[in-house]
């Protein structure tokens, strides 16, 4: 397992073509490895909208799922440590 480092804030801009469906964000792969941020970015706004509604993760368990796809793999990765900088529990 790999040990994360401290939090670090990013400035980025919003992608306006980030359109949600059943199955999340679906794109090309290309495109979330060609725009800065654009996983993280897609990500961090569905945190912020569960903490509108929560307020706070702690003592919370985020699942995560995937279908084997191409980049799944980083997603994770991404996933993970923008839930661990925004106090996520398990």
């Keep these: 397992m ?3 480092g401290a939090p670090k804030t990013v400035k980025t801009s919003a992608y306006t ?3 949600p469906g ?3 964000l679906r794109k090309p792969t290309q ?3 060609e ?4 996983t993280e970015n897609f990500i ?3 945190v ?3 903490l509108d ?10 699942i995560v799922g995937g279908d084997g796809r191409y980049f799944l793999k980083e997603a994770i990765d991404i996933i993970i440590q923008i839930a661990a900088a925004n106090n996520v529990s398990h």
């Design 35 to 38: 725009k800065p941020n654009y």
């Design 44 to 46: 961090q706004s569905i």
């Design 48 to 50: 912020s909208c569960v």
């Design 22 to 24: 059943t199955s999340g």
């Design 2 to 4: 790999q040990k994360l």
């Design 17 to 19: 073509d980030q359109k």
């Design 53 to 62: 509604t929560e307020k706070t993760f702690a003592n919370k368990t985020l």
């Design 31 to 33: 495109v979330f490895l």
